[in-house]
C-alpha cells in the first residue's frame, strides 16, 4: 500500500512539473536572430567600406605638410677654413684652418597659410663654436616662402624673400624644393633651390642603396659651381680689398661668389631628408684674384640625425598603419561579420 501510495505521488507531481513549464517562445528568438544577423551584416558593410576608403581618403591627408611647423636643423663642420671680413677689409687674406662650425636653422610657419598653402620662415645662421658673443657669428639670413601644403612646391605668386643681415627683405621667386621632398619622392631627378646661390638647380638621383634606421632611402646629389651672388641688395657682398700684385698694393673690386655640393638621402614616402652632407665654397672674386672665404663640409649633427631617424619613422608607420594594416584589420574583421550575419539569418527557426 505504502509503495502504491507513493508511487501514485510521484506520477502526480511529474504532471505537475509538465503543467507548469511554460512554452518557449520561438518568436521572440526569431526576431532577435534576425536583428543581430542584420546587425552583423550593416557592421560588415560599414568596415568593408571604411577599409576601401581608408588608403584613399584619410591617408592622403596625412600627406601634407603641417601649418604649425616648429622644427630645428643643425649641421657641423671640425676643419673649415674661414677668414674674417674685418680682416679681409685690411688686407689680410690667410684664412684660419681648423675652424669648428655650426650651422644652425629654425624653421617655423607665418601668413599667409591657410588649408592649401603654408609659408615658411626658416632663420639660418652659422657660428664659430671655438669663439663667444658676437664674434662667432660667421653669417646669416632669414628666408620666407608659400609653398603648396600638399606638393610642398613653391606656389606661384606666394611669398619668396631673403633678408641678408640688416638690409632689407628681398624677393627671390623659386621654383626648386627647398625643406622637403615631395611625398612618395620617386627615382628621378629634382629641382632643388639653394638660397646661398639663390637658384633652383637639379638635385640628381643616384640610387637607393642604403637604410638609415631601417628605411630605404633615396641618394640625390646637387652640384652648384661657384657662381658669383653680389647684389646691390646684398650688404658685404662688394668689396673694395687691398691686394699685393706684383709687389705692390692695391684696391681690388671683388664680389661674393658662392658654390656647393651637396648629398641628400630622402625617405620617399615621407619625402624627409635623413641625412645630408654639404660643401660649400664661399670667396671674394675679382680683378684676377680669390680670396677664400669660407670652406668646409657640414653634415648632420648626431642629435640631428637620430631626431630625423624618429620623426621619418613615425611618420611613415602612421602611412603604413593607414594604408595597409588597419584597413587589412578592418576588412578581415567586416568578412567575419558578414559571414557571421550570413550564418544567422540562414539558421532555421
Not at 521572440?28 to 560599414?46: D, I, Q, Y
Not at 673690386?253 to 641628400?264: K, P, T
Request: charged share 25%.
Amino acid at each position: 500500500m505504502a509503495s502504491m501510495i507513493a508511487g501514485h505521488d510521484d506520477e502526480t507531481g511529474s504532471n505537475d512539473a509538465t503543467a507548469a513549464t511554460p512554452p518557449r517562445d520561438t518568436r521572440w528568438s526569431a526576431a532577435t536572430g534576425r536583428r543581430v544577423g542584420l546587425g552583423a551584416v550593416f557592421a560588415a558593410t560599414f568596415l568593408m567600406s571604411t577599409a576601401v576608403l581608408l588608403p584613399t581618403v584619410t591617408v592622403p591627408t596625412l600627406k601634407k605638410l603641417p601649418s604649425d611647423l616648429d622644427r630645428s636643423a643643425n649641421l657641423e663642420a671640425t676643419d673649415a677654413q674661414v677668414l674674417d671680413i674685418p680682416r679681409l677689409i685690411r688686407g689680410d687674406l690667410r684664412p684660419d684652418t681648423g675652424v669648428p662650425l655650426r650651422l644652425d636653422a629654425r624653421v617655423t610657419t607665418a601668413e599667409p597659410t591657410d588649408d592649401r598653402t603654408v609659408t615658411f620662415v626658416a632663420t639660418q645662421r652659422m657660428i664659430r663654436t671655438d669663439r663667444i658673443g658676437g664674434e662667432r657669428v660667421v653669417n646669416g639670413f632669414v628666408d620666407w616662402v608659400t609653398l603648396d601644403r600638399r606638393s610642398t612646391k613653391p606656389v606661384t605668386g606666394g611669398v619668396a624673400r631673403t633678408q641678408y643681415t640688416d638690409d632689407p627683405p628681398v624677393d627671390l621667386p623659386r621654383s626648386g624644393y627647398q625643406y622637403t621632398f615631395p611625398f612618395d619622392t620617386g627615382k628621378r631627378d629634382y629641382d632643388y633651390y639653394d638660397p646661398g646661390a639663390q637658384v633652383s638647380t637639379p638635385a640628381v638621383y643616384l640610387d637607393d642603396r642604403r637604410t638609415i634606421g631601417g628605411l630605404r632611402v633615396y641618394h640625390f646629389r646637387q652640384v652648384i659651381p661657384v657662381r658669383d651672388v653680389s647684389s646691390p641688395q646684398r650688404a658685404g657682398s662688394r668689396l673694395k680689398i687691398p691686394v699685393v700684385i706684383a709687389g705692390r698694393t692695391r684696391d681690388v673690386d671683388m664680389n661674393l661668389s658662392y658654390g656647393v655640393s651637396r648629398e641628400i638621402w630622402v625617405e620617399p614616402r615621407t619625402g624627409i631628408m635623413m641625412d645630408r652632407t654639404e660643401n660649400i665654397d664661399v670667396r671674394y672674386v675679382g680683378g684676377g684674384v680669390s680670396v677664400q672665404l669660407i670652406k668646409a663640409r657640414l653634415h648632420y649633427t648626431e642629435k640631428q640625425a637620430r631626431d630625423l631617424r624618429s620623426t621619418a619613422q613615425e611618420a611613415t608607420l602612421q602611412l603604413e598603419l593607414g594604408r595597409r594594416w588597419i584597413p587589412i584589420g578592418l576588412g578581415a574583421l567586416g568578412l567575419a561579420c558578414l559571414i557571421g550575419g550570413g550564418v544567422v539569418l540562414r539558421r532555421p527557426r
